[in-house]
Nanobody, 123 residues
Framework: QLQLVESGGGLVQPGESLTLSCAVS???????IAWFRQAPGKDRGGVSY????????YYIDPVKGRFTISRDSAKKMVYLQMNSLKPEDTGVYSC?????????????????WGQGTRVTVSS
């Protein structure tokens, strides 16, 4: 089993930055960690992932160049640095871990989830 706990959300103005953190604990090995977000009134969607095997990363087009996913293996932490935030980035951000799948943004391939942290971008 794995436990994931997100932190770092909050209310910011457009153009500002936030860093989300995902603390991972538990004995289960995992192949990838991803960040998902759910905007108000919309379905949850993938934002970015990092592959535990080679640290390769992937971002959806709307966040490329603004968001950076990284990890600290020793601390078992994964981060999502979010710069130049826009109102459309508003949502609940959740980190998820997969114990079996190749790195992906398909949420059904992730079997461990955090509770989410809310990000609001508004002036």
């Amino acid at each position: 089993q794995l436990q994931l706990v997100e932190s770092g959300g909050g209310l910011v103005q457009p153009g500002e930055s936030l860093t989300l953190s995902c603390a991972v604990s538990g004995p289960t090995t995992y192949t990838a960690i991803a960040w998902f977000r759910q905007a108000p009134g919309k379905d949850r969607g993938g934002v970015s992932y990092i592959d535990m095997k080679d640290d390769s990363t992937y971002y959806i087009d709307p966040v490329k160049g603004r968001f950076t996913i990284s990890r600290d293996s020793a601390k078992k932490m994964v981060y999502l640095q979010m710069n130049s935030l826009k109102p459309e980035d508003t949502g609940v951000y959740s980190c998820a871990a997969s114990s079996w799948a190749l790195a992906t943004l398909n949420d059904y391939e992730y079997d461990f989830w955090g509770q989410g942290t809310r990000v609001t971008v508004s002036s």
